[in-house]
């Protein structure tokens, strides 16, 4: 663990934000900001070869942080590692990733990252797998607020880092509890209008109209590498699903945003509609990352 930690706070030492005061440097660019960020997110990685996955994954998450597993959202850091504990592969496994794209919030201290990993066991068996996490800058140090992890079927997969989401310019980090409580009532109610459009114009056609030209989706099991772009996107969700309708409707209990109201996270379930004469399923839970572009908030990684 001395390993770890000392690879981790060579990178995490620095930041846009000091730890006292959380003052932005005007010299910082949007891009040197998530330089930062993705100098972390690697240097998780780094540390991660030198332990096993749930120390690996622990060393990054906040104290609150929120990931989705067999039991729903779980919440707090003790929680996930309990989670991972499930696995027994994760107690002997070990991690390496490598981030492919990531993105900012114009206060600089909310931010995303994806990319793909692989999970290494003594037994020389290698599992494929792709990740997600919602970055949130505490006392100069970038931490995982929301995280999760998918299985990806063996295969090569395109590597090359992708360009970045980014604001046009970094501003100070709003602190007024009335502002951070519109931009997040404003956040739930757009995942919220998502599900109601589902219903009225299909699944498929929903995820269209909701997400970003550059927008990510994780894919399903069978998927080798992610999907790009919401028309893409919507296509292939759509593919399986009637046209006018949804066979599934989701809510949003809580949200996370930035204080500069341009990057947040969603989180919730979706349950599906009950059909006569079958079993109701447990609803499955999900988060989503939005970005807001022009005034409207629109997904661009879940």
Not at 63 to 78: D, K, Q, W, Y
Not at 222 to 227: A, E, K, L, N, T
């Amino acid at each position: 663990m001395r390993v770890v930690a000392g690879v981790i706070a060579l990178v995490l030492s620095g930041g846009c934000w000091s730890s006292a005061a959380g003052i932005l440097s005007p010299q910082l660019s949007p891009q040197a900001a998530l330089d930062g960020l993705l100098a972390s997110d690697r240097a998780f990685a780094a540390a991660s070869r030198t332990t096993t996955v749930i120390p690996a994954l622990t060393a990054m998450f906040a104290e609150n942080v929120t990931m989705p597993g067999p039991g729903g959202l779980t919440s707090g850091r003790a929680a996930a590692a309990d989670t991972l504990k499930a696995n027994p592969a994760n107690a002997t496994g070990v991690l390496d990733w490598a981030p492919i794209r990531g993105g900012l919030s114009a206060d600089g201290i909310h931010g995303f990252t994806y990319g793909y990993m692989t999970m290494m066991q003594p037994s020389g068996d290698v599992v494929p797998l792709k990740y997600l996490a919602y970055w949130v800058k505490q006392e100069g140090r970038w931490l995982v607020a929301a995280y999760k992890r998918r299985a990806r079927p063996a295969g090569e997969v395109d590597a090359a880092l992708r360009a970045p989401a980014l604001p046009a310019q970094l501003q100070e980090r709003l602190t007024s509890a009335a502002v951070m409580d519109a931009h997040r009532t404003s956040l739930i109610a757009a995942e919220q209008a998502f599900s109601d459009e589902a219903q009225r114009i299909g699944l498929g056609a929903a995820f269209t109209e909701y997400g970003l030209p550059d927008a990510m989706n994780m894919g399903g099991p069978d998927d080798r590498g992610f999907m790009f772009g919401n028309d893409n996107i919507g296509r292939n969700i759509g593919a399986s699903e009637p046209t006018i309708s949804s066979s599934v409707y989701w809510s949003t209990d809580s949200a996370i945003v930035a204080s500069s109201g341009d990057l947040g996270v969603t989180f919730g379930f979706i349950r599906l509609h009950p059909k006569e004469g079958q079993a109701a399923r447990p609803p499955v839970p999900f988060f989503t990352i939005w970005r807001k572009v022009n005034g409207v908030w629109r997904y661009i990684a879940e």
